[in-house]
């Protein structure tokens, strides 16, 4: 071997070891950011401080002796930066209840005899809005003939207008458990204001918080306070990180029986009510351990595309579908264009379920 190629190696060895010992520092940074981190989360402070990151660039130009020039250090160092926030962002995932690096296991609820979460799908269906004991019971009855377990049907209506139908209230609930406990079916029905829980909690299975109350940290925390399961709609623009720290604001309370269920977001398309996110349901069944539905009527607001929708929704890992179901929605009283009829509602359950996708 000629010397140059003997120095060579030499410098090449030096460049390895070199390289070995900025990992090892890059590494000791990431635990010292990692553990800066969790005392920042302590005191609710913000991972990224920009006056502090400015600070240590400016000592870091002030100690730079060259060869790179301030510029390619400044750029080298706001990628390390960068990097140990990821890190952190990544620990605090690690550490909220809901997600699944906390809690490996899928988290199964029991609802009166049935399972959410576990291995079979599951169906819930139902009116929009409770408008009569009579309305309900023949939704009832359809369900229990299709073997659906769950009835939905809302009694405090969050409507865009207030000159609009706003649900029977208590008195809607009532119906909804007479007609429940009528057929065996667990119930579910939105609830609005913390104050009507108690209440209401003697009369549903499933407290259901909608997608306008997605943010109401208040409600979010008082459902938390209850051991009622709770199923908790996506915000219109929320995303995922927001959905997730809204079910973490329930969970941490206490009350663990939560189920996340997508029902679309509000993009620039019109020829649906809202977009519905697919890649929601991989993504929340990914990242957290909680069961994940679909609400393929409010998503769709399209009776034609509901089959292929659910069928979708399975496909990507859902472990439910929600769907409206009425009498007559002709006359409903809300969203009376997007509910299925009875007829409707029972070739949808057979489409659905000859996909193969339904598992029983
Ligand atoms: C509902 O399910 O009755 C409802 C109002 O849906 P969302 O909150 O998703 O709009
Ligand atoms: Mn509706």
Same mark, same amino acid.
């Given at each position: /071997?000629? #010397?140059?190629?003997? %120095?060579?190696?030499?410098?090449?060895?030096?460049?390895?070891?070199?390289?070995?010992?900025?990992?090892?520092?890059?590494?000791?940074?990431?635990?010292?950011?990692?553990?800066?981190?969790?005392?920042?989360?302590? !005191?609710?402070?913000?991972?990224?401080?920009? @006056?502090?990151?400015?600070?240590?660039?400016?000592?870091?130009?002030?100690?730079?002796?060259?060869?790179?020039?301030?510029? #390619?250090?400044?750029?080298?160092?706001?990628?390390? +930066?960068?990097?140990?926030?990821?890190?952190?962002?990544?620990?605090?995932?690690?550490?909220?209840?809901? %997600?699944?690096?906390?809690?490996?296991? %899928?988290?199964?609820?029991? @609802?009166?005899? =049935?399972?959410?979460?576990?291995?079979?799908?599951?169906?819930?269906?139902?009116?929009?809005?409770?408008? %009569? &004991?009579? !309305?309900?019971?023949? @939704?009832?009855?359809?369900?229990?003939?299709?073997? $659906?377990?769950?009835?939905?049907?809302?009694?405090?209506?969050?409507? =865009?207008?207030? &000159?609009? +139908?706003?649900?029977?209230? @208590?008195?809607?609930?009532?119906?909804?458990?007479?007609?429940?406990?009528?057929?065996?079916?667990?119930?579910?029905?939105?609830?609005?204001?913390?104050?009507?829980?108690?209440?209401?909690?003697?009369?549903?299975?499933?407290?259901?918080?909608?997608?306008?109350?997605?943010?109401?940290?208040?409600? *979010?925390?008082?459902?938390?306070?209850?051991?009622?399961?709770?199923?908790?709609?996506?915000?219109?623009?929320? #995303? /995922?990180?927001?959905?997730?720290?809204?079910?973490? &604001?329930?969970?941490?309370?206490?009350?663990?029986?939560?189920?996340?269920?997508?029902?679309?977001?509000?993009? &620039?398309?019109?020829?649906?009510?809202?977009?519905?996110?697919?890649?929601?349901?991989?993504? *929340?069944?990914?990242?957290?351990?909680?069961?994940?539905? $679909?609400?393929?009527?409010?998503?769709?607001?399209?009776?034609?595309?509901?089959?292929?929708?659910?069928?979708?929704?399975?496909?990507?890992?859902?472990?439910?579908? /929600?769907?409206?179901?009425?009498?007559?929605?002709? $006359?409903?009283?809300?969203?009376? !264009?997007?509910?299925?009829?009875?007829?409707?509602?029972?070739?949808?359950?057979?489409?659905?379920?000859?996909?193969?996708?339904?598992?029983?």
């Amino acid at each position: /071997m000629s #010397t140059n190629e003997n %120095s060579l190696e030499l410098l090449r060895e030096q460049l390895d070891a070199t390289n070995l010992q900025l990992l090892e520092l890059l590494s000791q940074r990431a635990e010292l950011a990692g553990q800066l981190g969790k005392l920042k989360e302590a !005191q609710g402070v913000p991972d990224f401080d920009p @006056v502090r990151e400015q600070q240590m660039l400016d000592k870091l130009i002030a100690a730079n002796r060259g060869p790179f020039d301030d510029a #390619t250090i400044r750029q080298l160092f706001k990628n390390i +930066f960068k990097a140990s926030l990821n890190y952190q962002k990544e620990e605090h995932k690690k550490h909220l209840i809901v %997600s699944r690096k906390n809690q490996p296991d %899928s988290t199964i609820i029991k @609802v009166k005899d =049935t399972l959410v979460g576990g291995k079979a799908s599951i169906m819930v269906a139902g009116p929009c809005s409770v408008e %009569s &004991y009579q !309305q309900t019971r023949e @939704v009832g009855a359809a369900l229990k003939e299709a073997g $659906v377990p769950i009835l939905r049907g809302g009694a405090f209506k969050p409507r =865009t207008s207030p &000159y609009d +139908f706003q649900g029977l209230g @208590v008195e809607g609930l009532q119906i909804l458990k007479r007609v429940g406990d009528e057929f065996g079916l667990a119930t579910i029905s939105e609830i609005v204001d913390p104050r009507h829980l108690e209440e209401a909690i003697q009369y549903i299975d499933i407290i259901q918080i909608g997608a306008r109350n997605m943010h109401n940290f208040e409600l *979010l925390k008082a459902a938390g306070e209850t051991r009622t399961p709770v199923l908790l709609k996506r915000g219109l623009a929320a #995303t /995922m990180e927001e959905f997730l720290h809204a079910a973490e &604001y329930i969970v941490s309370r206490g009350n663990t029986q939560v189920m996340l269920i997508e029902r679309g977001i509000r993009t &620039y398309e019109k020829w649906t009510r809202n977009t519905l996110d697919i890649s929601a349901v991989p993504i *929340l069944k990914k990242e957290s351990h909680l069961p994940v539905l $679909v609400d393929v009527t409010h998503s769709t607001g399209r009776k034609d595309i509901l089959a292929p929708c659910a069928k979708a929704a399975l496909a990507a890992g859902a472990d439910g579908i /929600m769907v409206e179901v009425h009498p007559n929605p002709a $006359v409903a009283l809300s969203d009376a !264009q997007q509910q299925l009829n009875i007829p409707e509602f029972h070739n949808f359950l057979s489409e659905v379920k000859e996909s193969g996708l339904f598992k029983a």
